[in-house]
C-alpha cells in the first residue's frame, strides 16, 4: 500500500475552498505590509470588502489581483464596482482569481461587465503527515537563517533563469520581501554546503502554503526539490499545522509531480481580466 492511500484528505467542498483561499490572501496581505513597511514609495496596499481582498503591489507584480471573489459572500455588482474602483485608482487592470467552487452567479457577472478569462491553475492539497521519504543522495534541507537571505533569494532567483529573464526579474523583487514577511519560512536545499535551491513555507489560516521552489539549472535533478518537500512538511506538522496546499498550472509537469507527492486536486481556479479602467 503505497504513503498516500494512508494520508486522510479532507472533504472537497465550499467550506474547504474558504480555508485555502484565506490562508493565501492572509499570506499575501502579510507580503504587502512587509513592502510597504520596507518600501514606503512602493504605494503598496490593499482593500478587503465582502469577504474579497484586492491587492496592490504594483503594476507588473503578478499578486496585483483579487482574491477570494464569489468564495465567501455572492458576487454583486456593487462589490465589482468598489474592487474596480481600487484599480483604476492605482491605473492598472482588474484581475480575479476565482475558485470554481465560487458562487455560480460570479461568472455571470463577470461575464456581462465584459472580463475574459486569461489564464488557469489547480489547487492542490496534502496532509502534513507523513512526510515523503526519498533518497536525496547528500542534497539536504534545512531552515535558512537571517544571514542567509541575501544567497537564498539569489539562489531561489537563479533557478528561475533557464525559463525567462521576465520571471527572474520579477523573482528578485519579490524574494526579499516575502522572506521577510510574517509567518513565512525559507528553506534551502544544500549539497556540499553549497545552496543550489530555495522555497517557502508559509504557515496561515491552520495551512501550509508551499511555493516559491526553484533549483538553479546545473543542481537539478539531484533530490532538492523532494528534499525540500519533506523539510517543510516535517517542519509545519512539527508546528502543529496538519494541511498543506501547492498552486500548479492544470496538467503541467508541477502538477504531475505534486500528485506523486502526495497532493490531491480540490478545485481549479480562473484568472479574469478586465482592461484598465479611467476614472473621473
Not at 471573489?69 to 485608482?89: M, N, W
Request: net charge neutral; charged share 20%.
Amino acid at each position: 500500500m503505497s504513503s498516500s492511500n494512508l494520508l486522510r484528505y479532507p472533504p472537497v467542498d465550499l467550506e474547504l475552498a474558504r480555508r485555502l483561499e484565506r490562508a493565501e490572501v492572509l499570506a499575501t496581505v502579510a507580503y504587502v505590509e512587509t513592502r510597504r513597511l520596507l518600501r514606503p514609495s512602493s504605494g503598496a496596499s490593499w482593500l478587503e470588502t465582502s469577504g474579497v481582498h484586492a491587492v496592490f503591489d504594483g503594476p507588473d507584480s503578478p499578486l496585483t489581483q483579487t482574491f477570494g471573489l464569489g468564495v465567501f459572500e455572492p458576487t454583486s455588482d456593487a462589490t465589482l464596482d468598489a474592487l474596480e474602483g481600487f484599480f483604476a485608482e492605482r491605473g492598472v487592470a482588474t484581475a480575479h482569481e476565482v475558485s470554481s467552487l465560487a458562487s455560480p452567479l460570479t461568472w455571470q457577472r463577470l461575464s456581462s461587465r465584459g472580463y475574459s478569462p486569461i489564464e488557469a491553475s489547480t489547487v492542490l492539497v496534502r496532509p502534513t503527515t507523513p512526510a515523503p521519504r526519498a533518497d536525496t543522495g547528500r542534497v539536504t534541507a534545512r531552515l535558512v537563517e537571517g544571514d542567509e537571505l541575501s544567497s537564498w533569494c539569489q539562489v531561489v532567483s537563479e533557478g528561475l533563469s533557464s525559463e525567462s529573464a521576465e520571471l527572474v526579474a520579477v523573482m528578485q523583487d519579490l524574494s526579499p520581501i516575502m522572506a521577510r514577511s510574517e509567518g513565512v519560512h525559507c528553506f534551502a536545499a544544500e549539497h556540499e554546503g553549497k545552496l543550489i535551491a530555495g522555497g517557502v513555507l508559509a504557515l496561515k489560516n491552520g495551512i501550509a502554503l508551499l511555493g516559491g521552489a526553484s533549483t538553479i539549472p546545473a543542481a537539478r535533478r539531484q533530490g532538492a526539490q523532494a528534499a525540500l518537500l519533506q523539510a517543510r512538511l516535517e517542519y509545519a506538522a512539527k508546528l502543529g499545522v496538519e494541511l498543506a496546499m501547492v498552486v500548479a498550472g492544470p496538467g503541467t509537469s508541477s502538477q504531475r509531480n505534486a500528485e506523486r507527492k502526495g497532493f490531491r486536486p480540490v478545485y481549479v481556479r480562473s484568472k479574469w481580466w478586465l482592461p484598465p479602467q479611467k476614472t473621473g
